[in-house]
């Protein structure tokens, strides 16, 4: 029960009243740092110690943050590597039907090779879209639209037809002036032409640009990914980006089946395209290299922040959890000290502890 009548009591009464509070409020924050293993719920509660804590929960705040955009970072990447591999095979499987054309140009080999090209580019256009969550991988900042709109109609598209045409009059026109023909239509971002959404339907360096960056670190920022139409200096013979180059020798090859296999124009073209895709393949290798620097570049920051963020928050831990060995000492100290007082009480008022309690 209260101890009522405080005012009027002895004041050697009102002195034990008032230590029994005080050891009451203090045997309860003992109890509740035993429960909760912090020394405080508030910072306030922490006393002078609350200004190291201060300083110290922002920065495993933000050091949990970049850990987040590394995790999630790799994720992308990974997903992005196993799309280039695929990639890689196309290439690699167009490489051998440009071969296989350079010693025989009989009808059922072409339109074998065109209909094997046709189905890789509309797989190709399809791979461009591979999303890791809600995000494509292959869109840079706006990684929220899809990289090519309408992949299942890439070979009936304008870029398609356009090439197809120029590949049909090889036999009249020669190679070079298809091959001319062919990197401007795939280079071609105007709207209708460009099979790439609005965003992408630009020249490789401002795709570059666009490059999704994440924080790795105080002004830390690394580009993660690779944009579908990112690369470098167009030439004659190249639209500057390694995937519109292989898009244009998946087209070039699809349309072959309407050309002149007879002419001379037919082969210097497809010995030209080969020569062309080796050098995608090889494009296309490094920026799998890339990837995988970027990818360990990554990894080390994690095992770095990792370390980072184990000190701070063992700092914090010093200055926020309870010690329960030391708890314990308090609390049956405190808990000896509030019963030798209510004996005192007791004896004083001529009433039992069991009474007064």
Known sequence: MTIQNAATAPMSMLLLTEAVDRLTAQNASLQGQLTSGVVSDSYAGLGDQRIVALSLQPQITKVVAWQGNITSAQNTLSVTQTVMSRIATITSNLQTSLIGLQGNTTAINVSLAAS??????????????????????????????????????????????????????????????????????ASDNSPGQSV???????????????????????????????????????????????????????????????????????????????????????????????????????????????????????????????????????LTMTQNQLQASYSLIADMKGMSLAAYL
């Open 116 to 185: 094997q090209a046709r189905q890789s580019l509309t797989e190709l256009a399809s791979l461009l879209n591979t999303q890791n969550g809600s995000q494509y991988v292959f869109g840079g900042n706006a990684s929220d639209t899809a990289p090519v709109p309408d992949p299942s109609s890439v070979t009936s598209s304008s870029f398609f037809q356009t090439i197809a045409a120029s590949v049909a009059g090889v036999a009249t026109n020669g190679a070079a002036a298809t091959e001319t023909a062919s990197v401007a239509a």
């Open 196 to 330: 790439f959404s609005s965003a992408l339907s630009v020249d490789t360096t401002t795709a570059a640009a666009t490059g999704h960056s994440v924080t790795v670190g105080d002004q830390q920022h690394v580009t993660v990914g690779f944009v579908a139409t990112q690369g470098g200096a167009a030439s004659a013979t190249s639209t500057g980006s390694s995937i519109r180059d292989l898009m244009r020798g998946l087209a070039v090859v699809g349309s072959l089946d309407q050309a002149n296999a007879s002419s001379s124009g037919f082969s210097t073209l497809v010995a030209d395209t080969a020569s062309q895709m080796q050098a995608v393949s090889s494009s296309l290798n490094l920026t799998v290299a890339s990837l995988g620097q970027t990818q360990a570049q990554m990894a080390s920051q994690g095992n770095s922040l990792g370390q980072l963020g184990d000190a701070l928050t063992k700092q914090l831990g010093l200055v926020k959890d309870s010690d329960p060995a030391a708890l314990s000492v308090q």
